[in-house]
């Protein structure tokens, strides 16, 4: 694959790279949610910058902004590579994220308006069509799941906690891709998926903030306790 821009016809050299580092960027993190890209894997800007047809200068930039996001990190004498987490990593951020999100969604349940309602309907029924099929499409599942929590976040106006709510989110995306379609993989299990979802959009119909705060504290609760740990690979940096 080729990432390609149009050239800029006024003192473009400045907004040229940091499109192409943008576009760097989109194309690793999806190479993530695809499952290209696992945990504790090696990135070699040179085999980067040749398969994507870019130079090293927007490659090193887009892995700078995995290192701020907490997806990468550099490690001397080895380079840099996608974070390794462990069991008890993955259930620290999950207890974060209990925190932060429970929060949000208490929030957003005093805010949340009749338009920011409807597109939460819409994408719950996206989400239901996309957890009924056969086969499972793992990355189409999850960006419609976060579709749904970040709608509920993001009526709440705290700008800053949603920001802080998806850098966990991102740190977990190859990982959650890992186990996602064993969370769901009867349809017992896609049916809690389903009334999850909808148990949030009735309470933010009726107000209920409170019943709200509960019900996603104790859903995240579940979900560390659900998690199919010993499906998680585990990379050796010295074997990359």
Known sequence: MRITMKKSNSNGHVLQRNLLSNAVL?????????GKLHMGEKL??????????????????????????GLAESIPYV??????????????????????EAAAA?????RIDQEAIRELEEVHESYKQAVGQDKLVARTVYE??????????????MERLCSMIESLWDILSFFKLIYG????????SRAEMIAEHQSYLD??????????????????DKRVKDIPYDSVVYFDAEEK
Request: aromatic share 6%; proline share 2%; with cysteine.
């Open 26 to 34: 989109e194309q690793l993190m999806d190479w993530i949610i695809d």
């Open 106 to 110: 208490r929030e957003a349940c005093t």
């Open 144 to 157: 419609l799941n976060r579709q749904f929590h970040f709608t509920i976040y993001k009526a709440s106006g």
């Open 181 to 188: 379609q064993k969370l769901i993989y009867d349809d017992e």
């Open 203 to 220: 309470a933010l119909k009726k107000g209920e903030s409170e019943l709200l705060f509960e019900l996603v504290s104790r859903n995240l």
């Open 44 to 69: 070699n800007p040179d085999e980067l910058a040749a398969e994507l047809g870019v130079s090293k200068m927007p490659i090193r930039e887009a892995l700078n902004t995995l290192e701020r996001m």
């Open 79 to 100: 380079g840099t590579r996608l974070v390794q987490l462990t069991r008890e990593d993955i259930s620290e951020i999950y207890l974060i994220r209990k925190s932060l």
